[in-house]
């Protein structure tokens, strides 16, 4: 079965457990302020894109930057360490761009050939934060058990290394960056490392194709710590819709939706449900293309070229 066949297959599954009712949540009418990125912008997103997709690369390619195409995209980068199994504990690295003068974290996103990954993302039951990793936080925030886990199983490896790369590169910004699973991960990674290193440091988190990953009091909290967040969502993916709203799952703000003409939409506050944000243009699974998840973003196709 391809990869191709897979993803499809768990998108359908998704759409058992998690279709979205937006009957349930009538519309606020408000003025609101939408942005067209221009070409400028846009390109500016184009490493962390690339990064995003390296995170499929397997570690021992990552740790060396000889992964083809995927790393030649970002040819000054200086890796620092990778990990993970790509089953139990999804890919990951963490290194520095001496052109973005950041420490740069990369998580893998959905394996379809992998059967666990599948299982995180379909494990809906929302748990607290894990006390340790997020201490001081508010009980009331909930996030899906199993991207909680895949953050946990990696987390302490993860900050070893930013550690490591700040103090050699007297960096003092992070940025955070996945697609799909790993967008999960890297949104509680990015609030994880700003609870965790010293206030001096900048954390910012740049994510693809990111599902939800908590609940209203998770999305707010995200809302009001000092992390940039930006998920970017393509055309009509299904993926940025689940888990439902009706199951009290909410995405935090940050939204830019690349429209059917390729422009891309900056969208204010959580979950929009204007038709230039994917809610409003993609309402319920129906009306949604599993090709999209992928890309394009900029002509960026995610996963490893040389796998």
């Not at 937006?22 to 912008?41: E, G, H, I, N, Y």
């Not at 962390?48 to 040819?75: D, E, F, H, R, V």
């Not at 997020?134 to 070893?160: M, W």
Request: proline residues 6%.
């Amino acid at each position: 079965m391809t990869s191709s066949i897979m993803f499809k297959a768990f998108v359908a599954l998704l759409a058992l457990s998690f279709s979205e009712q937006v009957a349930a949540f009538p519309t606020v009418v408000k003025r609101q302020t939408f942005s067209v990125l221009s070409d400028t912008q846009i390109a500016s997103y184009k490493p962390y894109t690339n990064y995003a997709s390296t995170a499929y690369c397997k570690p021992a390619t990552t740790l060396a930057w000889n992964c083809g195409a995927n790393c030649n995209a970002n040819p000054g980068f200086v890796p620092v360490a990778s990990g993970g199994n790509g089953l139990s504990i999804q890919f990951w690295y963490v290194g520095y761009d001496p052109t973005l003068g950041e420490v740069i974290v990369g998580h893998q996103g959905t394996n379809t050939s992998a059967a666990l990954p599948i299982l995180e993302d379909i494990s809906i039951l929302q748990v607290p934060l894990n006390s340790s990793l997020f201490p001081n936080t508010s009980s009331d925030i909930f996030v899906h058990s199993g991207f909680s886990g895949s953050q946990a199983r990696s987390a302490s490896a993860v900050l070893a290394a930013v550690k490591t790369a700040l103090t050699q590169f007297s960096a003092t910004k992070v940025t955070v960056t996945g697609h799909s699973l790993g967008a999960a991960i890297g949104l509680l990674d990015s609030a994880f490392l700003y609870l965790q290193l010293p206030k001096t440091t900048t954390v910012r988190f740049v994510g693809y194709g990111m599902p939800r990953v908590g609940n209203q009091s998770f999305a707010n909290w995200i809302d009001s710590i000092p992390v940039s967040v930006t998920h970017v969502n393509n055309k009509k993916d299904p993926v940025p819709i689940l888990p439902g709203r009706f199951i009290g799952y909410h995405h935090p703000s940050g939204e830019v939706h690349i429209q059917a003409s390729e422009a891309w939409v900056a969208c204010p506050g959580q979950d929009n449900t204007d038709a230039q944000c994917i809610v409003g243009d993609v309402p319920t699974l129906l009306q949604s293309d599993a090709d999209d998840h992928d890309g394009l973003y900029d002509g960026i196709h995610m996963g490893c070229a040389a796998s």
